[in-house]
T-cell receptor, first 113, second 110 residues
Framework: QQQVKQSPQSLIVQKGGIPIINCAYENTAFDYFPWYQQFPGKGPALLIAIRPDVSEKKEGRFTISFNKSAKQFSLHIMDSQPGDSATYFCAASELGGNYKLTFGKGTLLTVNP | DGGITQSPKYLFRKEGQNVTLSCEQNLNHDAMYWYRQDPGQGLRLIYYSQIVNDFQKGDIAEGYSVSREKKESFPLTVTSAQKNPTAFYLC?????????FGQGTRLTVV
């Protein structure tokens, strides 16, 4: 059972474009939704995270939009740069539970110059 | 600097051999995790431990074993029972509100 579904699997945009990555979850007990960025051969690094009590959160060029009723959340990258080319993972957790993070399958983003 | 150290970075295993991947953290986190990453599969949870001397199976525990004798250490053994061990292995630790990841160990069967 895949508890966090992520799409698309891959995405190619031009420099300055706004890639959007979407995730949907099933477990209504999830209450923490982070996004991770991973470069080849490295561990994931936290980009930005959101709790379900807000509908949007911005940090620099990265924005999370959250729709609790639809059980969906998305990552937008403003003014994308070639250095943003990486794999992005959404995840979800139940903070009051067992601390486990459940990941989506990832999106490979390529930003062309 | 606080963080998670995984070693070795690259590991080669012969058929039928057990190997152990090391994970050490100096963040004073109670919980630690092992994930396996395969292309197009995301990160799948192998084992996790919330306190010393206790651990639970994740989604793909078959062929793996762990121990948690110290708060700082959570080694993963890939046994000969794991039929397809070639993958990128990630160790993580967490508090209630944040997770940190190591830089991974790439295991290859030769």
């Amino acid at each position: 059972q895949q508890q966090v579904k992520q799409s698309p699997q891959s995405l190619i945009v031009q420099k300055g474009g706004i890639p959007i990555i979407n995730c949907a979850y099933e477990n209504t007990a999830f209450d923490y939704f982070p996004w991770y960025q991973q470069f080849p051969g490295k561990g994931p690094a936290l980009l930005i995270a959101i709790r379900p009590d807000v509908s949007e959160k911005k940090e620099g060029r990265f924005t999370i939009s959250f729709n609790k009723s639809a059980k969906q959340f998305s990552l937008h990258i403003m003014d994308s740069q070639p250095g943003d080319s990486a794999t992005y993972f959404c995840a979800a957790s139940e903070l009051g539970g067992n601390y486990k993070l459940t990941f989506g399958k990832g999106t490979l983003l390529t930003v062309n110059p | 600097d606080g963080g998670i150290t995984q070693s070795p970075k690259y590991l080669f295993r012969k058929e039928g051999q057990n190997v152990t991947l090391s994970c050490e953290q100096n963040l004073n986190h109670d919980a630690m995790y092992w994930y396996r990453q395969d292309p197009g599969q995301g990160l799948r949870l192998i084992y996790y431990s919330q306190i010393v001397n206790d651990f639970q199976k994740g989604d793909i525990a078959e062929g793996y074993s762990v121990s948690r004798e110290k708060k700082e250490s959570f080694p993963l053994t890939v046994t000969s029972a794991q039929k397809n061990p070639t993958a990128f292995y990630l160790c993580a630790s967490s508090t209630a509100t944040g997770w940190d990841f190591g830089q991974g160990t790439r295991l290859t069967v030769v």
